[in-house]
């Protein structure tokens, strides 16, 4: 089979030489080929190509846009008293559409989120070495900084991407089945339908910052190992056992410095009086982690042999 | 999903991830050092999170006192001295709440003792390990003792005096030990200044409330309390009380819990525990089970007077002039107008045993006895819990100041706490108000806001027997449903019994501070009426809460069948949102409290409205984390310098040789050694120049693979340096754009098609397209319609043709391929070798490794050859392969053939290399040789060009099986 169709020309290979020997090269003064600049090199829009092709890619934004109509499903075929207006998150989530959002915010904020942002961030750099493309990437030459950078920047606007899907999508379902009512937190607080809308712009913000720890991790475990299960799997670990331990009341004050301590703080924002302490002490937590995690990361990138 | 992709020449995939271990020295000071930082800061949380506090020093020491006054007995006081580092100090009594005893105030002596105090803490008699008999802060008792702890307090050296037998001290405690902290400044005038904390001014007032009075009290500070005579019995704070002096055993202790404060985080390990006065443990059945117990043993450790007029208000549920007198005696307001020294009132919002009207009447009772008063609020009380953290470090670094004099008064003002609304997460917002002055005590009065009531007189009925009663919360546990605010809705008042007037919506935040004043005419066929006026907060969706869950009890005489009284509400400080509404409910009946048993039916309605109380204060702190929006802003800033000094070094000196312009590859003194021991390369030095294609050659891990990826700036070397065309390679340098490589596997994508792969690679170099020569690069792949496909459903050899396809894109001038041939049929291979050769043809240069000699020999103009990482042999193929004319000889006498060789006119360099004889003949053709040699009678079995190339490359070869 190998040589059904697949040769070489002869006329091709005097093409080639032709094309080569009126080619002269230019040279720059750094010594660089004519036409390469460094900041020109794997442009976003071209990772982006590369990565909104894969299937894994599409699977997770289609699963995004699919949970909200599943919550629905689930909600519609277990019939309890509908539009109830007391209650936890679960109880209000059919009270309006804004308490749909919040809901489908909740329930996916403590396990398929962190998962989410892993597998976009986890499999930056593993994922490239695996199919030993990285090495290529690399010889163009892409400055190593710059590909962590074009792959992080990449990585996160497709987190952001369905992490934004999540709540748009679950407003219009439930603008849909529950329609536009006031959002009524556990506590009996009713906001309006237009304040909640900017209550559910400024959470989806403040997920987006408090899952950056995540990203971070998923990162530098990405530049340190050669598959990208590792790096996903690892983050998602990391991530899981930081909620066991944030269940044990016994560390007391030790839990706030679990990365994932303050991932629903968000929901302080449900609220006439809002309290930003816990917000902010959140998004501390997570720039903090996620700086030391990047550092480490791109140090660790910048000096490593490439052996994939 | 395909996560792992195995092609082609796969040695270092191993689908493990390795933890990233530091490989150079730097690189491990960097570790550690980031290491010792974690360390550090954790070291550091750990230190301030309150788990090693520094020990204090403390003393227990049991006191004699006199059993009263003039007394001969004598009553044991358990006390325990808590020392600071620095002696002398000034003193502090730590008098405890009721029910506990000296243990339960251990951790708040302990802060003091470390804020630099003396604390003397002790079991107040018939409590604890005390004896004698409780008289609720006799002053003929229990502050009699007190004044014996001061004498105490004065003969110690560690204490601070400010005269013979008078210690510099003051009196710090919460609800029975506060109004200890009254009475006591009201009789000994060795005390220099007091804060107590939720107590009462009048403990009638606090057991026996009465809210009513026929005339409007002067409401000039906002939490007056009408404290009238004859009040309806709070029965169940009194009974928990009693019950927690009357059981023998010690009480659970004070305050369970905390109050919220701002800035708190949720903690619910913190929410567990007892909520105020202490409810004790049951008996403990210690008397005789044989013996019918006496009646007199109910009456506990309390003294027999005290016991009796217990058993009459509980029984009757009215008070006597008499127990009003015996409580009047007990209680600050008889002291009041004698207290001098600076005073500090903290009051707590969530407290239904002793209101805000409390702390109001001992402020205004204090001032107008000429006496200076401070006073706070806070969000906390009987059912809210004790001062949190920041509250009681106010509380000492006051104290500090007034028997001190250093620094500056913190209480500046007058602060209240204002609870907002519950966060989700469990725990309620709390922001702090600051006033100039207390309303009505240090200003002008206070500002009171008349919203109109809504309703029509109606009718209460008031069933027989009392119930079912009115819950408005059950006392001492309210904050255990976490918030006030939370219990506030489990209010039920059942219909028929209470009476609603409501105002309109407010239309912008409205927040009550104090006790809200409401006019009320009822009628009625009784002699008296009992009724409870509460104020709810009612939501736009008619969701009620009681603030505070507080009730204000009246009793009203019905001389005529009917009576105007003003009623002033429990005090509260509460926000009511905008859209809410205020409801004034009189109900007939409430759980808490003592109701008449007798039905009997009331008309209530309101006459004029309702008169708000409000506090203008400003905000402090507690609003925005300021703290931490400032770290986040600080981490933000010190990544961005980071990234910064990083771009700058990244910058370095830019190291080209420009005498090496031309030269597309110089190896200089190559060496990588990799952590472990293992050396891939070592000193390799070998130079390439234009139009050549050289051959890499040598066995498996001779270090070829190595040295290219060092080519490609893939791999940092240990030692040396490659310089291509001048420049030097390291990782990511611009000249690496002039090189196209093919190493180790293809490296596609493997959901992409061939061509799209191609043509992204060339996008990710930000080149123009019409530099890329796509077509005949394509076509030099050959691959047909496959290009189309995706890359996952290619064979090896596709792979590998488009790889090298992917590596001509550009058309760079250096060429560096790893076993180009690997995975090809002998005419792709054929094929692969001309288009090497004719590319070379171009001035350009190609480097190619190879195991396998013939591969070399065929393609390549030069080679290199290496073994074990060093180099061993290189040149001209030509020359090494069969140098111009040098010949070989396999002969029986290898001595003779070398004397008889270098006879022969023109033949140099002979050497004998086992059964071998080398010589060049120098343009003597190999049969005269031969000829001569056989000429001297020696036997030649092999004559053939020299292939110096083969024997070193079989050398190593051999070499490798042995």
Not at chain 1, 140 to 150: E, N
Not at chain 2, 803 to 808: C, E, S, V
């Amino acid at each position: 089979m190998s040589g059904n169709g697949v040769h070489t020309d002869p006329a091709a290979l005097d093409e080639l030489t032709e094309a080569a020997r009126h080619e002269r090269t230019e040279v720059g003064a750094d010594g660089a080929v004519a036409g390469y600049q460094a900041s020109r090199t794997l442009r976003l829009g071209v990772e982006l190509r590369r990565q909104l092709r894969r299937r894994r890619t599409q699977l997770v934004l289609g699963f995004v846009v699919l949970l909200p109509f599943i919550l629905v499903f689930a909600f519609e075929v277990g019939q309890s008293g509908s539009n109830r207006r007391s209650g936890g998150f679960v109880d209000l989530a059919t009270a309006s559409a804004p308490n749909f959002v919040v809901l489908a915010l909740f329930v996916a904020g403590g396990f398929l989120l962190p998962t989410i942002v892993a597998l976009f961030f986890g499999d930056t750099i593993a994922s490239e070495a695996s199919w030993s493309s990285l090495k290529y990437l690399l010889a163009i030459p892409v400055p190593r900084h710059r590909v962590l950078r074009q792959k992080a920047i990449a990585s996160g606007l497709l987190s952001i991407l369905a992490l934004v899907l999540l709540p748009v999508v679950s407003l219009v379902v439930g603008l849909l089945w529950y329609g536009a009512g006031d959002a009524i937190s556990p506590t009996g607080d009713a906001i309006p339908f237009g304040q909640s809308l900017l209550v559910i712009a400024v959470s989806t913000v403040f997920v987006v910052i408090q899952l950056a720890w995540v990203a971070a991790l998923a990162l530098l475990l990405s530049v340190s190992t050669d598959a990208p299960l590792g790096a996903v799997g690892g983050t998602v670990l990391v991530a899981i056992l930081s909620q066991i331990l944030d269940q044990i009341t016994a560390l007391g004050g030790l839990r706030d410095y679990l990365p994932t301590h303050y991932s629903t703080a968000w929901i302080d924002l449900i609220a006439n009086d809002i309290d930003w302490t816990n917000i902010a002490a959140g998004v501390l937590s997570s720039i903090v982690y996620a700086t030391v995690f990047v550092l480490l990361a791109a140090r660790r990138f910048a000096t490593k042999d490439i052996t994939s | 999903m395909t996560l792992c992709e195995f092609s082609g020449n796969f040695t270092y995939g191993f689908p493990v991830p390795r933890i990233p271990f530091p490989r150079t020295r730097r690189g491990r000071l960097l570790t550690a050092g980031v290491v010792v930082v974690i360390l550090a800061a954790a070291g550091a949380i750990w230190a301030t999170s309150g788990r090693g506090p520094t020990p204090v020093a403390s003393q227990d020491a049991v006191l004699d006192v006199p059993a009263a006054p003039g007394s001969p007995d004598q009553v044991r006081l358990d006390t325990t001295l808590y020392l600071p580092a620095r002696t002398p100090a000034p003193a502090l009594l730590l008098p405890h709440g009721f029910g506990a005893d000296k243990t339960s105030v251990t951790s708040e002596a302990q802060e003091l003792a470390r804020r630099g105090f003396v604390v003397l803490t002790w079991s107040a008699r018939g409590f604890g390990h005390s004896t004698g008999q409780i008289g609720l802060n006799d002053p003929n008792l229990e502050v009699a003792d007190a004044s014996r702890l001061i004498d105490f307090l004065a003969k110690r050296p560690e204490v601070r005096l400010d005269g013979p037998n008078d210690p510099r001290v003051g009196v710090v405690g919460a609800s029975y030990g506060g109004a200890l902290a009254l009475l006591l400044a009201g009789q000994d005038k060795r005390v220099d200044a007091i804060s107590p904390e939720i107590t009462y001014n009048d403990l009638a007032q606090g057991l026996v409330p009465n809210a009513a009075s026929a005339t409007a009290p002067a409401a000039t500070t906002p939490a007056v309390g009408a404290f009238a005579a004859d009040g309806v019995f709070k029965r169940s704070w009194a009974g928990i009380l009693f019950s927690a002096g009357a059981s023998s055993g010690s009480g659970s202790g004070g305050l369970g819990t905390e109050a919220p404060e701002p800035g708190q985080q949720t903690d619910d390990s913190a929410q567990s525990g007892g909520g105020g006065g202490g409810a004790a443990a049951a008996p403990q059945g210690d008397s005789a089970p044989r013996q019918l117990p006496s009646t007199g043993s109910v009456c506990g450790r309390f003294t027999a007077e005290i016991c009796q007029a217990y058993t009459e208000l509980a029984t009757t549920g009215r008070v006597t002039p008499a127990t009003v007198a015996l409580l009047r005696r007990l209680s600050p307001a008889s002291v009041t107008n004698r207290i001098s020294v600076p005073t500090l009132l903290v009051q707590g919002e969530a407290d239904t045993l002793f209101g805000l009207d409390q702390s109001d009447a001992t402020a205004r009772q204090i001032t107008a006895a000429g006496g200076k008063v401070q006073q706070i609020w806070y969000a906390g009380g009987h059912d809210g819990g004790g001062p949190g953290p920041q509250l009681r470090a106010k509380i000492g670094d006051w104290l500090w100041f007034h028997l001190t004099g250093e620094g500056a008064d913190p209480v500046t003002g007058f602060a209240y706490d204002v609870q907002g609304s519950l966060r989700a997460s469990g725990a309620p917002s709390v922001r702090i108000l600051n006033a100039p002055d207390y309303p009505g005590v240090g200003g002008a009065a206070t500002e009171r806001k008349a919203l109109a009531l809504q309703g029509q007189s109606q009718t209460v009925v008031n069933p027989p027997g009392g119930v079912p009663a009115a819950v408005s919360g059950i006392p001492g546990l309210n904050g255990l449903a976490g918030s006030s605010r939370v219990s506030g809705l489990f209010g039920i008042d059942p219909p028929g019994e209470s009476a609603r007037f409501t105002t309109a919506p407010v239309d912008s935040q409205l927040l009550v501070s104090g006790s809200s004043t409401v006019r009320l005419r009822v009628a009625g066929t009784t002699p008296d009426a009992v009724l409870f006026v509460k104020l709810y907060d009612v939501s736009p969706d008619g969701t009620r809460a009681l603030p505070g869950n507080a009730v204000a009890p009246i009793r009203v005489p019905l001389a005529g069948g009917a009576a105007e009284v003003t009623v002033t509400l429990a005090g509260i400080v509460r926000p009511i949102e905008s859209g809410h509404a205020l409801q004034v409910v009189v109900a007939t009946t409430d759980q808490a409290y003592s109701t008449p048993i007798s039905p009997a039916a009331y008309q209530i309605s309101v006459d004029g409205g309702l008169s708000v109380p409000v506090i203008p204060g400003r905000a402090v702190g507690g609003g925005w984390p300021l703290g931490n929006l400032l770290a986040i802003i600080g981490v933000l800033v010190a990544a961005l310098v980071v990234a910064v000094i990083t771009a700058i070094r990244r910058r370095r000196a830019h190291r080209a040789d420009p005498a090496l312009a031309t030269v597309p590859l110089v190896i200089e003194g190559l060496s990588k050694a990799y952590p472990g021991g293992v050396t891939a390369v070592r000193d390799l030095s070998f130079r390439v120049e234009p139009g050549q294609v050289l051959g890499l050659l040598g066995p498996n891990g001779a270090g070829k693979t190595t040295t290219l990826r060092m080519m490609m700036g893939l791999i940092t070397p240990t030692a040396g340096q490659i310089r291509v065309f001048g420049h030097e390679i390291h990782p990511g340098a611009p000249v690496l754009s002039r090189i196209g490589s093919f190493v180790e596997g293809s490296g596609f994508l493997p959901h992409l098609s061939g061509e799209l792969n191609l043509r992204l690679y060339w996008d990710a170099t930000g080149r123009p397209a019409e530099r890329a020569h796509f077509t005949e690069a394509l076509e030099i792949a050959g691959l047909g319609s496959a290009v189309h496909r995706k890359v996952r459903t290619y064979s090896q050899g596709m792979r590998q043709r488009l790889a090298i396809a992917q590596a001509m894109l550009g058309l760079p001038e250096l060429l560096v391929l790893d076993e180009p041939t690997n995975g090809l049929d002998p005419p792709q291979i054929h094929q692969m070798r001309e288009v090497l050769q004719r590319y070379a043809a171009t001035g350009r240069t190609v480097v190619v490794s190879s195991h396998l000699l013939a591969e070399v020999e065929q393609t390549c103009t030069h080679v290199v050859v290496m073994h074990r990482g060093q180099l061993v042999a290189s040149g001209e193929v030509g020359d090494l392969a069969a140098a111009g004319g040098e010949a070989t000889f396999r002969v029986d006498d290898t001595e003779a053939a070398a004397t008889a060789l270098r006879a022969v006119g023109g033949v140099s360099e002979v050497d004998i290399e086992g059964d071998l004889v080398h010589a060049d003949l120098d343009g003597l053709p190999r049969a005269d040789a031969v000829a001569a040699l056989v000429r001297a009678g020696i036997k030649v079995e092999q004559a053939g060009p020299r292939r110096r190339l083969e024997d070193a490359f079989l050398r190593l070869v051999g070499e490798e099986s042995k």
